[in-house]
């Protein structure tokens, strides 16, 4: 498929992704899942299930700004695969904790590893200490561990550089940044 094969060169997806994305695709054709959805907005949403699936943590807000669709849709979409497609394939989506977006935002913002580690170890402490993320966007929770971690090995990173990057706002940036100096007992 021409707008599959498009969508993986620009989101730089592995083939193995694309073939499962392709499955998933496949499948939702067959149940007829398309009346009313738009070809390119099931796509993506395949797509986005077959990078959980394969455990990539990439976000939605990635992948439609690539495909140039409305979040909304290719969200509802991804829910209707979820319940409908992928236990007929027998394929399961693995949920992302915050220590997976660490590593992804680390390497965007070209930090060193001794910060990493310095996050990774933030997240750990804050959880031991009764942190408790249900109900918070993971990538809120690494975003602000990035932050913390960036200031204790001296590569200051804006807090407008971070949420843009982890796609948060800086408020939320802020509210976790409080959160995990509160239950990992550091201050700046």
Do not use: W
Request: hydrophobic fraction near 40%; aromatic fraction near 4%.
């Amino acid at each position: 498929m021409p707008n599959l094969q498009r969508l993986q060169k620009r989101l730089g997806i592995p083939d193995a992704v694309a073939e499962d994305a392709l499955r998933i695709y496949t499948q939702t054709v067959k149940k007829k899942l398309t009346m009313g959805r738009s070809i390119d907005t099931l796509l993506s949403a395949s797509i986005f299930a077959a990078l959980r699936v394969h455990g990539i943590p990439r976000t939605a807000e990635e992948i439609t700004k690539v495909a140039q669709i409305p979040k909304k849709k290719v969200i509802k979409s991804y829910r209707l695969i979820l319940m409908e497609v992928l236990p007929k394939l027998n394929l399961k989506v693995q949920h992302f904790s915050a220590d997976r977006y660490v590593d992804k935002f680390n390497e965007e913002l070209k930090l060193s590893m001794k910060c990493r580690n310095i996050a990774v170890k933030l997240i750990e402490k804050a959880k031991v200490s009764g942190f408790n993320s249900a109900g918070k966007d993971p990538k809120g929770i690494a975003a602000a561990a990035i932050y913390i971690g960036s200031k204790i090995c001296n590569e200051n990173r804006t807090q407008k550089e971070i949420s843009k990057l982890a796609r948060v706002t800086e408020v939320t940036l802020r509210m976790r940044v409080k959160d995990l100096q509160k239950y990992a007992n550091m201050v700046d």
